[in-house]
T-cell receptor, first 113, second 115 residues
Framework: KAGVTQTPRYLIKTRGQQVTLSCSPISGHRSVSWYQQTPGQGLQFLFEYFSETQRNKGNFPGRFSGRQFSNSRSEMNVSTLELGDSALYLC????????????FGSGTRLTVV | AQSVTQLGSHVSVSEGALVLLRCNYSSSVPPYLFWYVQYPNQGLQLLLKYTTGATLVKGINGFEAEFKKSETSFHLTKPSAHMSDAAEYFCAVRLDSGGYNKLIFGAGTRLAVHP
C-alpha cells in the first residue's frame, strides 16, 4: 500500500512570497498532522486535521495555515515567507484509532532566500 | 506538561557493539511512547511504540525498548550495531488533550557507527 506522499520534495522561495505544500495520506488515514523540523528548534508541531477540521494547533504565527479535503489530503500554506521559515516540513498521518503509530512522509525541504 | 529528554546528542559505537540511546519523559498520565529513525534527507520511520501491555517492546531492524515507569524512561537498545544503523533517532511522547493529540519529540540523538 502506498505511503504518505508529500509534494514537492524541494522548494526554493523568496522572502515575502507564499508557498503551498501538499500531503496525501495512506488510504484510510483520516488524521493528518504537520511538523516543522529545523536544526535549532528540532521537530515542532504545526497543526492536525481530522475529517476536514483542524483539531489542534501549535505555537506558530497566523502566516501558517492549512486545510484538509474530503479525501483526507491536506495542504499547508505559509504566507509572507521569512528566512526563518526555511525547514523540512513533515506530514504525519494515522487512521484515527487509539493504538497507532504515526506514518511520516519524506518531507518537503523549503529554502527561503 | 509532557516533555521528552534525550541524553546525548551524539553517540558513537563500533560495528557489532551494543547500541543504547537514552530517553526520559515526563507525563502526568500513562504515556504512549515512540522511537523514530531519520536517515539523511528522509522523513521519520517508526521503529517501535509503547501503548499498553508488555513493557519490553520489540521493533524493526533488531531494536527494542523497555518502558520503565519508575524511572520515567524508554531507552532504545540494539545488541549489535550495523553500519546501516547510522542515522538520527527521535524519542516521542503522544500528548492527548480534549480529543486531539500530537507528538512531542526529543531533540534527537545522532548515532555514528564506525568499523
Amino acid at each position: 500500500k502506498a505511503g504518505v506522499t508529500q509534494t514537492p520534495r524541494y522548494l526554493i522561495k523568496t522572502r515575502g512570497q507564499q508557498v503551498t505544500l501538499s500531503c496525501s495520506p495512506i488510504s484510510g488515514h483520516r488524521s493528518v498532522s504537520w511538523y516543522q523540523q529545523t536544526p535549532g528548534q528540532g521537530l515542532q508541531f504545526l497543526f492536525e486535521y481530522f475529517s476536514e477540521t483542524q483539531r489542534n494547533k501549535g505555537n506558530f504565527p497566523g502566516r501558517f495555515s492549512g486545510r484538509q479535503f474530503s479525501n483526507s489530503r491536506s495542504e499547508m500554506n505559509v504566507s509572507t515567507l521569512e528566512l526563518g521559515d526555511s525547514a523540512l516540513y513533515l506530514c504525519a498521518t494515522h487512521p484515527g484509532t487509539s493504538n497507532y503509530g504515526y506514518t511520516f512522509g519524506s518531507g518537503t525541504r523549503l529554502t527561503v532566500v | 506538561a509532557q516533555s521528552v529528554t534525550q541524553l546525548g546528542s551524539h553517540v558513537s559505537v563500533s560495528e557489532g557493539a551494543l547500541v543504547l540511546l537514552r530517553c526520559n519523559y515526563s507525563s502526568s498520565v500513562p504515556p504512549y511512547l515512540f522511537w523514530y529513525v531519520q536517515y539523511p534527507n528522509q522523513g521519520l520511520q517508526l521503529l517501535l511504540k509503547y501503548t499498553t501491555g508488555a513493557t519490553l517492546v520489540k521493533g524493526i531492524n533488531g531494536f527494542e525498548a523497555e518502558f520503565k515507569k519508575s524511572e520515567t524512561s524508554f531507552h532504545l537498545t540494539k545488541p549489535s550495531a550495523h553500519m546501516s544503523d547510522a542515522a538520527e533517532y527521535f524519542c516521542a511522547v503522544r500528548l492527548d488533550s480534549g480529543g486531539y493529540n500530537k507528538l512531542i519529540f526529543g531533540a534527537g540523538t545522532r548515532l555514528a557507527v564506525h568499523p
